[in-house]
């Protein structure tokens, strides 16, 4: 599967994104999605899990409330809806297919198949 990630841009404090990561291929709709993102200088971060089905969901522990990770299977998107951004939440986010599709979300980039380019996200303060 082929993932493209798109929404970044630059932002206030405060403000509001929205990531979409297109998905190319049948199996899409099997494979739990993720999102990651890494600031510079930084490790990679887990930010967003959602199972294939989008009944289950898994935060990284600095979200607290301010994203939304959901998913259109129709249309082979996964989302990422990202409220009260703050400076710290700059980085290049990238989306992730994990295609064992388990019933436990994975928080590892280590088990993840498949990423997209990313996508930068700016918060000026």
């Known amino acids: 599967v082929q993932l493209q990630a798109s929404g970044g841009g630059l932002v206030q404090a405060g403000g509001s994104l929205r990531l979409s990561c297109a998905a190319s291929g049948r199996t899409y709709s099997f494979y739990n999605m993720a999102w990651f993102r890494q600031a510079p200088g930084k490790e990679r971060e887990f930010v967003a899990a959602?199972?294939?089905?989008?009944?289950?969901?898994s935060y990284g522990s600095f979200v607290k409330g301010r994203f939304t990770i959901s998913r259109d299977n129709a249309k082979d998107t996964l989302y990422l809806q990202m409220n009260s951004l703050n400076p710290e939440d700059t980085a290049v986010y990238c989306c992730a297919a994990d295609r064992t599709g388990s019933a436990a979300l994975r928080t590892g980039p280590d088990r993840y198949d498949y990423w997209g380019q990313g996508t930068l996200v700016t918060v000026s303060s």
């Open positions: 959602i199972r294939w089905n989008g009944v289950i969901t």
